[in-house]
DNA sequence: CCATGTTTTTGACGTCGTGTCAAATATTGA
DNA sequence: TCAATATTTGACACGACGTCAAAAACATGG
C-alpha cells in the first residue's frame, strides 16, 4: 500500500497548537493543512473530521499535561505542592506569545453550547475528563497534606474549590490579560484553603 | 423614507436567546433570520455585521442582568447578600432546557482566541466590562459588610476571588452539567470568605 | 521483474456560513 | 402627485466543512 507522506504525531502537535492559539472553531482544516504541509483530504482520510483531529490533538496534550502537573504537586510541603499547581496552571495559560490561554476552558466552552452539533459532545467529554483528572490529583495531594497534619478540611470540598478557581483563572485571563492579577488571586486562594497564618 | 417592518428590540431577543443557546459562532444570520421573520440582508441593513448585532443583543442582556444583581446584592446580612449573589449567578447559568449556561463566559473564551479577527475584539470588551461592573458591584457589598463588622478581610481581594470563582462555576456548569455541584461550591466559598463559623 | 491490490493523494463538487451590492419597493413630506 | 430616502430582496463572491471518484505510489507475491 500506498505509505503516509506525513507523520501523524506532527500533525497533531500542529493542529493542536493552531486549535490553541485561535480556538477550535476559529481554526479551519485549511489552516492545518498549509501549517502541516499536507492536503486538506489527508487529513480526512487520516482522522475522518475535524473534531476527531481535535480529539485526538488533545489527548496528546493532556497527556502530557497531567504528568507536568504530576510533578508540580509530587514535592515538598502541602503549601509548595498547591503554588507549584497555580504556578504551572498560569504559565500554562500565559505560554506563547500572545498568550494561547487555557485550551481546555475555551474548548469546553467553545464546544459546550447547549444545542451542541453532537460530534461536538465527544470533545467536551474529553476536556471535562481532564479537569476531573486534575481535581482528583489535587483532592489526593490535599488527602496526603491532611494525613501529615498540613491541612484539616474536607479535602473533597478544597479540591473542587481550587479547581473551581482554576477555572475561573482561565476566563479572567481572557477578560483582562493581566498575569499578576492572576497570581495574586491564586496566592489568596492559598491563603484561604490552608489558613493564612503559618500552617 | 420606507419604514422597517420588525421591531429592532424585538430581533435583539430573539438573536441574544440563540447565542445563549448556541454560542455565537454556532448561530448563523440565517437562523436569526428566520426565528425574528426577517431578512438576512435587513440584519445587515439595520445592524450592519454579526459581531455589531451581538453587541448590542448583549448589552440589553447586561442592562437587565445588572439591575438584578444590584437588587440580590442590595439586602440582608452580607452572608445574605453574597449568597443572593450566588443564586442569582447559578440559576441564570441554569436557566433555559437546555440549561444555557453563562453566556458571558462563553463569549470571553469564544471570541478571547489569541488571534482573533479584530471585530470580535470590541464583544471580548464588552463581556469583560460586565465581568468588571460585577466585582466592584461585589467589592462595595464587601466595603459596606466590613464597615458593619461582619467582613475583616481585604474587600478587594476577597471580591477578585468571588468573581473568579463565579466563572469557574460557569465553566463547571458546561464540564459537568450538576446544579448541586455548582451550589456546594458557592455554599463553601462563602464559608471560606466570611469564615465557616456565625460572623 | 512485473502485475496486482491496497492505501494515500488529489481535485471537483455540494452545502452552508459571512458579507456586499445593485435593483426593486414602500413610505414620507414637499 | 412626485421626488427623496431608507428598507427589502435576491444575486454574487468567498471560504468553511465534508464527500467522492479518479489518479498515484508503494508492497508483495508470483
Redesign the pocket.
Known sequence: ??????DNDDVLRIAFDQFWRKGVRG?????IARDAG?????L???F????ALLLQAYERYAGGYLVALQEALGAGSLRKRLTAFFDLTITNFRSGSPPRGCPTTRGLMELGAAEGEG?DEDARKAFANLVSRITALVEDTLSAGAERGEFDGNPTSAALHIITVTRGLAVLERAFDDEPQLRKIAAHTIDLVLGKGGR
Open positions: 500500500m500506498r505509505p503516509r507522506e506525513f481554526t479551519s482544516l485549511s489552516d499536507v492536503q486538506r483530504g489527508s480526512y482520510n487520516a475522518g473530521s475535524k473534531e460530534l
